[in-house]
DNA sequence: CTTTTGATGCCCT
DNA sequence: GGGCATCAAAAGA
């Protein structure tokens, strides 16, 4: 099993590569972003409060925000402190496709679960699942089954501590969010 | 292809 | 009341 009490950003890296699903739908993690309490990006940053109640629980459960009043954002707690967690951005669609399509209103499956907000819609996940811890069913989380190549880059639709390389990916796929920065 | 803009809810100061 | 850890559609080039 991943080791959810190490740093968020370290496991943020560790998830590039594993399997995801909720009630039998998800894929593989090809991107996340690490948050931090000491972190000014971060929903932590200002102490605990109603929203970010689970940023300061036990370690594994997921965070469930809404974003711009629309699109809700999954979360894993993690780190040796309380205050941390990993983003979920986009996965690679691997199980229940015909039911993401359905809840997506797509075909175009590298679009299925290409952000945040996608992937949650995709998988059905919403204010329900706020600090349901993500290691047990409904939830399934399987550690990548082999070594993955990993590349890192700024964050992104943030505007504090933009400089921090705190956004992980599975080099080369091609269901990121975003492309990275070409290393040079 | 890139940039812009509107939709929209809610937490926090 | 300001400001979002966003997305899709529209408009420009």
């Given at each position: 099993m991943i080791d959810l009490t190490r740093p968020s950003q370290q496991v943020a890296r560790d998830l590039i590569g594993a399997l995801l699903t909720f009630d039998g739908v998800g894929g593989v993690v090809v991107e996340t972003e690490a948050y931090d309490i000491?972190?000014?990006?971060?929903?932590?940053f200002s102490g605990p409060t109603p929203r970010n109640a689970p940023m300061f629980g036990p370690v594994g459960r997921a965070y469930v925000y809404r974003s711009y009043g629309l699109h809700w954002c999954l979360n894993i707690v993690c780190g040796p402190n309380p205050g941390a967690a990993v983003l979920f951005r986009a996965l690679e669609p691997t199980v229940g496709l015909d039911r993401m399509i359905a809840r997506r209103g797509l075909t175009d499956i590298r679009r299925l679960t290409a952000g945040p907000g996608r992937l949650c819609q995709a998988l059905g996940i919403?204010?329900?699942?706020?600090?349901?811890?993500?290691?047990d069913p409904p939830f399934h989380l399987e550690p990548a089954p082999a070594q993955v190549a990993v590349i890192e880059g700024p964050r992104i639709?943030?505007?504090?501590?933009?400089?921090?390389?705190?956004r992980f990916g599975l080099a080369?796929?091609?269901?990121?969010?975003r492309p990275f920065k070409p290393l040079t």
């Open positions: 000491d972190d000014p990006a971060s929903h932590a919403g204010t329900a699942q706020n600090a349901m811890p993500m290691t639709g943030i505007t504090k501590a933009v400089e921090q390389p705190w080369g796929s091609p269901f990121l969010s």
